[in-house]
């Protein structure tokens, strides 16, 4: 067994519309992760109530109907949760409608072939009609997701590897333990600089 570490990965791809999902995916997971995500519809439907015993508490006061009390307090409970369930919708058409056009305005055939090779310096990526290279101090992590090697060069944008695209599962990992040991490099770098 041969344990050499290379000094530089090379690998062409095509993406799929398969991989382009599960990217996409792996980004949503990561979004969603967070207090925001739970308290939001906690707040909203605590709003909700809210506004339902607000209504009521006025129509009590108006009114002395106490079926008319309870109307008035379901129907607000009712409006003010259908509200928010069409802004939820609105938000995820627009989302999506944004998104496709978006990935249909690209210049560039989002299935083309690509080429991203790791080496000392950082990664680049080459496709028929761009060109572009980061250095490692600028990844933040990397992250095996979904059958994808994932370098995250921001908090929602990675830079997408399929793990096929480097024969087996073996390669994937020293391509993972590669990246890693580039970012430790860059990290103790770029604290060794600070000091």
Known sequence: MDDTVPDRIEVTFNMTADDYSRCFAAIASRQRSGWASIMAPIAVSLGAVLVAFAFRYVAMRLAHDSAAVDLIGLFSLAAFMLGALAIVAAGTALRRVALKNHLGSALEDPFASRTVVFDATGLAQTSQLSQWMCRWAGVGRVTIERDLLLIWIGPSTPVVVPCRSFGDENACQAANAFVRARL????????????
């Open 184 to 195: 430790s490099e860059a990290g103790s770098g770029s604290a060794a600089a600070a000091v």
